[in-house]
Antibody
Framework: QLQLQESGPGLVKPSETLSLTCTVS??????????WGWIRQTPGRGLEWIGS???????FYNPSYRRQVTISIDTSKNEFSLRLTSMTATDTGIYYC???????????WGQGTLVTVSS | DIQMTQSPSTLSASVGDRVTITCRASRSMNNWLAWYQQKPGKAPKLLIY???SLASGVPSRFSGSASGTEFTLTISSLQPDDFATYYCQQYDRYSWTFGQGTKVEIK
């Protein structure tokens, strides 16, 4: 079945940029029926959708992160990526990647990766 | 943006109890609402989508309903595996918002 796996650094310094990659296995990313998204869970703000991308590279961002975030996709590698600039301590949390059906919720999810922002 | 207010924040219940969790939207929306279950150290798991459609593999004791701006998740008979935190999530055009969560604890 479809599986997603996040990868990237667990520690980022304040003001630096976070880069995470989500690798998709067990299926193709090329479909008009799905979006690929990033969600994070922080102690201060709970679960937050950061943004999504479709297989053609069309992006949709949470307005709260529009200035910070870039999401890209490489269907030849079956992966999509998150880039979040100007990280602060409040960005510390668990970052998840997930697939979303056009008419349904996020399913499945990756296991999540803990990102700590600290000097 | 549509804001979701979820209640209660904590719920104490016993095995076999009928449990109801509510999410209220800040304004009228279509029925694009999902419910998730999250256990400690794990990613959320999709239970319900489009307000009342059961996700694949989810037990039938879980159900969802909608009435205006109020959405409800019901567990008909709480099982030991159901003690977890539950989140609603609305999707409106290209924006998705989660509720604050409801922790279901053992009474």
């Amino acid at each position: 079945q479809l599986q997603l796996q996040e990868s990237g650094p667990g520690l980022v310094k304040p003001s630096e940029t976070l880069s995470l990659t989500c690798t998709v296995s067990g299926g193709s990313m090329i479909s008009t029926s799905y979006y690929w998204g990033w969600i994070r869970q922080t102690p201060g703000r709970g679960l937050e959708w950061i943004g999504s991308i479709d297989y053609a590279g069309n992006t949709f961002y949470n307005p709260s992160y529009r200035r910070q975030v870039t999401i890209s996709i490489d269907t030849s590698k079956n992966e999509f990526s998150l880039r979040l600039t100007s990280m602060t301590a409040t960005d510390t949390g668990i970052y998840y990647c997930a697939r979303r059906g056009i008419l349904s919720g996020f399913d499945p999810w990756g296991q999540g990766t803990l990102v700590t922002v600290s000097s | 943006d549509i804001q979701m207010t979820q209640s209660p924040s904590t719920l104490s219940a016993s095995v076999g109890d009928r449990v109801t969790i509510t999410c209220r939207a800040s304004r009228s929306m279509n029925n694009w609402l999902a419910w998730y279950q999250q256990k400690p150290g794990k990613a959320p798991k999709l239970l319900i989508y489009k307000a009342s459609s059961l996700a694949s593999g989810v037990p039938s004791r879980f159900s969802g309903s909608a009435s205006g701006t109020e959405f409800t998740l019901t567990i008909s008979s709480l099982q030991p595996d159901d003690f977890a935190t539950y989140y609603c999530q609305q999707y409106d055009r290209y924006s998705w918002t989660f509720g604050q969560g409801t922790k279901v604890e053992i009474k």
